[in-house]
């Protein structure tokens, strides 16, 4: 017996790969000061824990936080045959300025709002096939001001967190 992915074209991506492809891709310096980010992932990076003292102004990582399964019984219709999970990742926004970091946050969700999956569309990976994205749980991501890390670290971080759902199908 095999386990598959519904709407999965070709190898699987770490959708955070995936998010930081599309920011990355879409991203419109004029909406936000003239200003494109450093764009980071947690597939990409050998070790997200050991960035530099210096973090990069002006940056979003996309960090994978979680994946689980959904045990609500409105989203496993089919049974025992069908899995709905869901896969979180945080958004981390750092800014020079509280003005850039929340135009920052504006530019995000306005390319995960134009990208979110539903019955009509797929979210696709970065080698341009459907990824196993079903549908996002919501199409903006809340974000939240994070305390400085210090004293001296007085630059404005924000954190969201997007949840993404997929299933997974018995053959």
Do not use: C
Not at 71 to 87: I, Q, V
Not at 120 to 137: C, H, I, P, Q, Y
């Amino acid at each position: 017996m095999a386990v598959l992915f519904t709407n999965l074209s070709g190898t699987r991506e770490n959708l955070d790969k995936t998010i930081r492809y599309h920011l990355q891709t879409n991203w419109t310096a004029g909406n936000t000061s003239s200003i494109t980010p450093k764009f980071e992932s947690d597939t990409e990076s050998p070790d997200s824990m050991a960035r530099q003292d210096d973090a990069h102004l002006n940056s979003i990582r996309v960090n994978l936080f979680s994946r689980e399964r959904v045990k609500d019984a409105n989203m496993d219709f089919n049974g025992d045959d069908k899995h709905t999970w869901s896969f979180k990742l945080l958004i981390e926004i750092q800014g020079e300025t509280l003005t850039i970091m929340t135009q920052l946050e504006d530019e995000v969700n306005r390319i995960l709002w134009t990208l979110a999956p539903n019955s009509g569309t797929r979210l696709v990976k970065s080698d341009s096939a459907n990824s196993e994205a079903a549908f996002f749980e919501d199409s903006e991501v809340t974000f939240n001001r994070i305390d400085p890390n210090g004293e001296d670290d007085y630059t404005p971080i924000s954190q969201g967190e997007l949840v993404i759902f997929y299933y997974k199908v018995k053959t």
